[in-house]
């Protein structure tokens, strides 16, 4: 995974699709065939971000420090290459359980990809 840092890559970003769910909101776009030095490579870029809604900036690290974690944990299993994520935090990523955080993601990324979502019944 490669982490986005330029504006313009996040901007671009959130024309693309998105997700959205208590504990995050996804945004995803397949990335621009101009990106240089990965030609050739197998890829996909992410990029994290939390605005002053989430709070002061204690909470908006925080926010951000879970979010990769979450990300580290399930993008390179459900990710798809050539592809950009941001991943942004809001107020209740930072006091959501870690592993509804998890739940989370996995179920924007199959939004975002048009995949289909099968009800669990108990």
Do not use: W
Request: charged share 30%; with cysteine; hydrophobic share 40%.
């Amino acid at each position: 995974m490669i982490t986005l840092k330029a504006r313009a890559d996040f901007l671009g970003v959130s024309a693309g699709r998105k997700a959205a769910l208590p504990g995050l909101l996804l945004q995803m776009r397949p990335c621009p065939q101009d990106v240089p030095g990965l030609h050739g490579k197998l890829f996909l870029r992410v990029g994290y971000t939390a605005s002053r809604k989430v709070g002061i900036a204690v909470a908006r690290n925080r926010a951000k420090r879970r979010l990769r974690a979450v990300a580290r944990a399930v993008l390179p299993r459900l990710g798809k290459p050539f592809h950009d994520y941001v991943l942004v935090g809001r107020a209740e990523t930072v006091r959501r359980p870690y592993v509804l955080l998890l739940d989370d993601l996995e179920k924007a990324l199959k939004r975002v990809h048009g995949q289909r979502q099968t009800e669990r019944t108990p």
